[in-house]
């Protein structure tokens, strides 16, 4: 029988070799866009991008940066904790070049294990310098407002909230939706952490604990509130604009709230993008990340359906969008928001 | 030798989980678990197992008695229709049904949403067992002055004991496991907050400690179930073949039971169903990628067959020595395989992920390592089929071609193999269909740029793109529905246990 069975198991590992090959050369259908344009770039290398921004914006930047540089860059998509706590965990061999986030507090926590090199001084200088840390190890490259939205039908304009502080005292019960489990929520948090502290910020989580209604991602929430099913929501900015340019069918009965006024509601998150001490391809790295913030990916990014703001200097932002300089945002350094601590924060409230 | 090898791997995941408890330090441990969020999570979990586990057993033993016991109309069609929910995999139906309406959200919802999914899983070894009943017993009952009701309750339903409850136990540890559909019903538990831990820390102490009492959970369902069953003797005593019972006679009820069992197929068939092709048609973001979409299906196509050909490879010696060379040694490797049922892929996910970052960094990522946790997952799938097949080849065809001047190769070439080979056939069939629609191990282990049906149906669903999620929807039920097919003919023998 021993015979018989290492036959077998011989012959059934020869047949999965094959199929995984196959199989391994079928996937990634995306990135392949590029690939007859650059025929004398076969020696080009291939990036690895570890990618937490929304698959399909990242999927037009890197098209277009594949198609002027012959550069190919394959994906890995996940969430900013996700994806920068695997970074962390695979260390110095991590297969990643460049890591893209939606939210800043999860390159910070990637940066403070000194697993970013430095981006080059001219990517650095093509965003006003408060979308960087002062260490350079990463760079932004978009940014996002936090939004409150609601439905008028369930809110009057008297009872809506001064400040997104206000939203843990009881009069909320039930009143308001969020997604704790996701990347943007969390780093909302971190601004309220980098703003009041850590005991207001414990007790702040407690009463929402308490009142909000928990969805699965920004464009639930917003759905919900369209619907009726809860009063209003904390989420970023573009969703709204996004659904209402598709249908408006998850938006048509919502209303944006900007806090302004330099309130934690307002926080401005910045999606930042860096380069891997550990890259085997660094100048290719390099030049992916300065095509981002750079005049072509702004561009590409401005004129997506995405709505998210780009910081570059000189970029301009959809029309449609409230300018960037009337949202009056707290000023906060980006390398002081926590990724970390804010999730153990909500692992202790029972978020998560 | 091998074998023990094949067991070891399938434990991976429970020495890993019991290892980083070990390893993070006792209290870190405790004040990780003992916090009011898992109480919370156990309280869902518990009363979702609960409220199904009663609502799948009496769907799936009213259904398999009308269609077994009376003369209902139309019941080989019902057969089929009444199975075919398998076929639609629990996350799309939930998803026909939230797409549709948000009403179904949280817990009244979940509870109906998953027993129309997985009511089948009762009704097939329920109707398998009513159909082989001797009429005898229920005669001597009727005899004796019991009512109809009375004999159902105290003659059939005792008889029925083992089927109903084998089949609660697999709905029981499907609902442990399941992930897709109770995230979009808003229904959190154990494999939920899970994967919620999971986007928000990769594989940190809080989510491995949480899988270890989902592990736990799964265990003690496993006991309680050994316990229940009892060491009752089911089969008929006494020489001769029981006779076909005699259907009982609907009449002026039938009109009701056809409305009742149309009516829950209309839940669990025509909903979703119906529900996807109005995604198809009228969805906004609808559009029919072909290149992605053959692109995905190939994927898909390509990781089910590595999966099923690796899992019955590595369960094939098993089950063999099991069966010919039966003993203490190999029943206990036989029942450690089992343990794949009770390990959900989100589980079995987080410690590959670990172990493979720290001991196997080459298969890190790559699909060698989810094809693995497949194998680990759906192994008990394989040996259930290889060992029933063998079971029914008599082990003296091969002394005879022994006698005859074979060697070994070439017995298992010319003899065994093609009297297992329907069997097998079942196996490949049942890890294959159980491969095409798996998400939780696939969204934590794929490979950088690897799509799949169900990872594409899920990124599209969770952003509320529900027209460009139809698709990816349609083409894992269109793969999924000839194997259902095959569960119809070949009944109770090749469930998955």
């Known amino acids: ?352 | 030798m091998l074998s023990i090898l094949v067991v070891l791997v399938a434990l991976i995941p429970l020495f890993f989980v019991a290892g980083y408890a070990f390893s993070i330090g006792w209290g870190k441990a405790v004040t990780l678990i003992w916090r009011p969020r898992v109480g919370e999570l156990l309280r869902n979990t518990g009363l979702l197992v609960v409220g199904c586990v009663a609502l799948t057993a009496v769907l799936g033993t009213g259904a398999a008695w009308l269609v077994e016991r009376t003369t209902l109309p139309g019941r080989r069609l019902w057969n089929v229709l009444l199975v075919a929910p398998l076929a639609v995999p629990a996350f799309v139906n939930s998803f026909g049904w939230v797409s549709l309406t948000a009403k179904v959200e949280g817990y009244a919802g979940a509870v109906l949403i998953v027993s129309l999914s997985y009511y089948p899983l009762v009704y097939l070894p329920v109707a398998a067992i009513l159909r082989g009943l001797d009429p005898a017993l229920e005669e001597t009952a009727a005899s004796l002055g019991y009512g109809p009701l009375r004999t159902f309750a105290r003659v059939v339903l005792p008889q029925l004991r083992p089927a109903l409850l084998g089949g609660t136990l697999i709905v029981a540890l499907h609902i442990l496991a399941e992930f897709g559909a109770l995230q979009m019903l808003r229904f959190p538990t154990f494999t939920t907050a899970i994967y919620d831990l999971y986007r928000s820390s990769f594989n940190g102490p809080a989510a491995n400690m949480l899988a270890g009492v989902l592990l736990l959970s799964c265990m003690m369902l496993l006991t309680l179930e050994l316990r229940l069953r009892g060491h009752h003797r089911y089969s008929r005593l006494g020489r001769g073949s029981a006779r076909v019972i005699p259907r009982r006679r609907l009449g002026r009820t039938t009109a009701p039971c056809l409305l009742a069992v149309g009516a829950l197929t209309a839940l669990a068939l025509g909903v979703p169903l119906g529900s996807l092709v109005y995604w198809l048609v009228t969805g906004s973001s609808t559009d029919f990628p072909l290149r992605d979409l053959v692109a995905t299906t190939a994927t898909s196509l390509g990781l089910g067959v590595a999966g099923a050909v690796l899992t019955m490879t590595l369960a094939f010696p098993i089950a063999w020595l099991c069966v010919r060379r039966r003993g203490r040694l190999t029943i206990l490797l036989e029942r450690s395989t089992y343990f794949g049922n009770a390990v959900p892929g989100i589980v079995v996910a987080l410690a590959l992920v670990t172990v493979a970052i720290r001991f196997a960094p080459a298969i890190y990522q790559t699909a060698v390592l989810l094809v693995f946790a497949y194998a680990i997952m759906f192994l008990p799938r394989a040996m259930v089929s290889i060992r029933a097949a063998l079971d029914q080849a008599p082990p003296v065809l091969d002394d005879v071609s022994h006698a005859l001047g074979s060697g070994p190769l070439e017995t298992l070439r010319r003899v065994t193999l093609p009297l297992i080979a329907p069997g097998l056939g079942a196996g490949t069939a049942l890890v294959f269909l159980a491969v095409v629609t798996e998400l939780t191990a696939t969204l934590l282990l794929a490979p950088i740029g690897t799509r799949t049906l169900a990872t594409q149906f899920w990124s599209n669903s969770s952003s509320i793109a529900y027209g460009a999620a139809a698709p990816y929807a349609a083409l894992m039920v269109i793969l999924s529905a000839p194997v259902t097919l095959l569960l119809t003919r070949n009944r109770w023998r090749s469930m998955p246990v």
Not at chain 1, 53 to 69: G, I
Not at chain 1, 262 to 281: E, I, M, R, Y
């Open chain 1, 1 to 352: 029988m021993r015979i018989n069975g290492r036959v077998a198991s011989a012959a059934g590992v020869v047949a999965v070799m094959l199929a995984v090959a196959a199989c391994g050369s079928s996937s990634a259908p995306g990135t392949a866009s590029g690939t007859s344009a650059s025929a004398g770039a076969a020696a080009k290398p291939e990036l690895t991008l570890y990618n937490a921004q929304h698959e399909d914006l990242m999927q037009l930047m890197v098209d277009d940066f594949t198609k002027t540089t012959g550069i190919k860059v394959k994906m890995r998509s996940g969430e900013d904790p996700e994806l920068g706590a695997q970074l962390v965990q695979e260390g110095a061999k991590s297969p990643a070049d460049v890591f893209v986030t939606e939210n800043s507090p999860a390159m910070t926590n990637v940066a403070g294990k000194g697993l970013f090199a430095k981006v080059d001084d001219a990517t650095l200088a093509q965003v006003p310098a408060q979308f960087a840390p002062a260490d350079k190890d990463w760079v932004g490259f978009a940014a996002r407002s936090t939004v409150f939205v609601y439905n008028p039908a369930g809110l009057k304009a008297a009872d809506l909230p001064a400040s997104l502080m206000d939203l843990s005292q009881p009069k909320w019960k039930g009143k308001v939706g969020i997604s704790p489990g996701g990347a943007d929520f969390q780093a909302i948090v971190s601004a309220v952490l980098a703003l009041k502290g850590e005991a207001a910020t414990k007790a702040w989580l407690k009463g929402l604990k308490e009142n909000a209604k928990v969805y699965q991602g920004n464009s639930a929430v917003l759905k919900a509130v369209n619907a009726g099913e809860v009063a209003s929501g904390v989420i970023y900015h573009y969703y709204w604009f996004k659904d209402q340019g598709e249908s408006g069918a998850n938006s048509k009965n919502v209303t944006q709230m900007y806090f302004g006024n330099q309130d934690p509601g307002a926080f401005l998150s910045v999606s930042g993008a860096g380069v891997l001490k550990s890259s085997k391809h660094p100048a290719e790295a390099q030049q992916f990340v300065k095509y981002l913030n750079g005049p072509a990916g702004q561009k590409v990014l401005a004129d997506s359906k995405a709505m998210e703001y780009p910081i570059g200097n000189g970029a301009k932002a959809n029309p449609a969008l409230k300018p960037l300089s009337e949202l009056q945002p707290p000023t906060v350094a980006v390398a002081t928001l926590n990724g970390q601590k804010v999730v153990d924060m909500m692992t202790a409230v029972g978020f998560l």
